[in-house]
């Protein structure tokens, strides 16, 4: 079945630095893919998706791109700051099998 | 545009009590989800429904129930609460249609099963 790996956290940046957080898929077919935020006492919601192979989400200074030839979809950010401090879901869609599949979330801790 | 609502926001509750978690939808959403999530094993589906008049079984059903009435409302049940149903519930909706596949989840329901 389908699969979402992603980087083990918690991650903890200071103010200003980079950000990535790695994830990989298996799925078959061609899924859309996503990076879902949950803020906390929230629930989940959409950051960024891409839909085929080679095209970058991006939003809020966030992006990630979709390998297909390294089934990736790793998030990105330039310079994080104490409010993207977060719990961030990397997810996939299967059209084939009109379902989703999250991974298992990265904490993210920026320090002032 | 109130988007997805739950509710109640947070209950305790006895163990072995049926408790039934409300949740209700604007979108005119095809399809909606229910999702537990525990610390260290991130979102679980519990049931899901594709249309109104549908449901399916997700990753943990047992010790679950879901109905889909009408477009708008999933509630799910939980006949007889068990300390390991204690868990944040999640509600969430989509529209079917190819490349609007985005989840739109509602704030929650604590739920402590003592």
Redesign the interface.
Same mark, same amino acid.
């Given at each position: 079945g389908d699969s979402v790996t992603q980087m083990e956290g918690p991650v903890t940046l200071s103010e200003e630095a980079f950000l990535t957080i790695n994830c990989t898929y298996t799925a078959t077919g061609y899924p859309?893919l996503?990076w879902?935020v949950q803020y906390p006492g929230?629930?989940?919601?959409?950051l960024l998706?891409a839909?085929k192979a080679d095209d970058k989400g991006s939003n809020k200074g966030f992006e990630a791109t979709y390998r297909k030839e390294t089934t990736s979809f790793h998030l990105e950010k330039g310079s994080v700051q104490v409010s993207d401090s977060a719990v961030y879901?990397c997810a996939l869609?299967n059209?084939n099998a009109?379902?989703?599949t999250?991974?298992?979330?990265t904490t993210l801790t920026v320090k002032p | 545009i109130a988007g997805?609502t739950q509710a109640p926001t947070s209950q305790i509750l006895a163990a072995g009590r049926r408790m039934t978690l409300r949740c209700t939808q604007d979108m005119r959403h095809n399809a909606m989800?229910w999702y537990r999530q525990d610390l260290?094993?991130?979102?679980r589906?519990i049931h @899901?429904s594709?249309t109104a008049g549908t449901t399916g079984k997700g990753e943990v059903p047992d010790g679950y129930s879901v109905s889909r009435a009408n477009t708008d409302d999933f509630p799910l049940t939980l006949a007889s609460a068990v300390p390991s149903q204690t868990s944040v519930y999640?509600c969430?909706s989509?529209d079917?249609r190819?490349?609007q596949?985005?989840? @739109?989840?509602?704030?929650?329901t604590r739920l402590l099963v003592l």
């Open positions: 859309s996503f879902y929230e629930g989940l919601q959409l998706k839909t879901f869609f059209t009109g379902k989703s999250f991974g298992d979330g | 997805i989800y260290g094993l991130g979102l589906l @899901y594709n999640f969430a989509s079917s190819p490349s596949e985005t989840q @739109y989840f509602g704030p929650g």
